[in-house]
């Protein structure tokens, strides 16, 4: 199975900061890599599809990049929305597998 | 309004079994994939499961032999059938559409299924 590791665990970020969060897969996923948002006792919300491009309805401040192994979550002006927990995902090969979740709170 | 709904969820005792839907709208079910996740409280996502449109079915190795995901076009519903439950199965299970490669797009609220005597 493919190994999903996010970075940092969890974080605290004010308003108007900008925020990265790393995602490192176990072996090379080429592009196929997602990533989610989830609200404390919602279901999560698509941000990011193969690995760069934007969901239809997502704010343009967040932004994926990465192939290969890393991958790279950026929220380039954190809002008070944005504070939740953020998942990758790989689709690469079955089993797909997340990563274990960064919680961004506030600071 | 594109909707997923499941239901089925609740209370089994270890080595029970439960049979969990989920109905969907607002959109042309049979042309999708569709995917169960599951959260235990306070822990990540997992997938547990998948079906294409042409019925092919994939598990990961913590639920197969005891998990079966079936769909029925008909009726726009997806199933999960869960037998032999463990302590460690409960968790709310989500449904879920699969969008592009492999990225799901729409989720259900969630069910809650808890394992225990």
């Known amino acids: 199975d493919i190994q999903m590791t996010q970075s940092p665990s969890s974080l605290s970020a004010s308003v108007r900061d900008r925020v990265t969060i790393t995602c490192r897969a176990s072996q090379s996923l080429s592009s196929h890599l997602n990533w989610y948002q989830q609200k404390p006792g919602k279901a999560p919300k698509l941000l990011i599809f193969a690995a760069s491009s934007l969901q239809s309805g997502v704010p343009s401040r967040f932004s994926g990049s990465g192939s290969g192994t890393d991958f790279t979550l950026t929220i380039s002006s954190l809002q008070p929305e944005d504070f939740a927990t953020y998942y990758c995902q790989q689709t690469y090969s079955t089993p797909w597998t997340f990563g274990q979740g960064t919680k961004v709170e506030i600071k | 309004e594109v909707q997923l709904v499941e239901s089925g969820g609740g209370l089994v005792q270890p080595g029970g079994s439960l049979r969990l839907s989920c109905a969907a709208s607002g959109f042309t079910f049979s042309s999708y994939d569709m995917h169960w996740v599951r959260q235990a409280t306070g822990k990540g996502l997992e997938w547990v499961s998948g079906i294409g449109t042409a019925g092919d079915t994939y598990y990961p190795g913590s639920v197969k032999g005891r998990f079966s995901i079936s769909r029925e076009n008909a009726k726009n519903s997806l199933y999960l059938q869960m037998n032999s439950l463990r302590a460690g199965d409960t968790a709310v299970y989500y449904c879920?559409?699969?969008?592009?490669?492999?990225?799901?797009?729409?989720w259900g609220q969630g069910t809650m299924v808890t394992v225990s005597s």
């Open positions: 879920a559409r699969e969008f592009e490669v492999g990225a799901f797009d729409i």
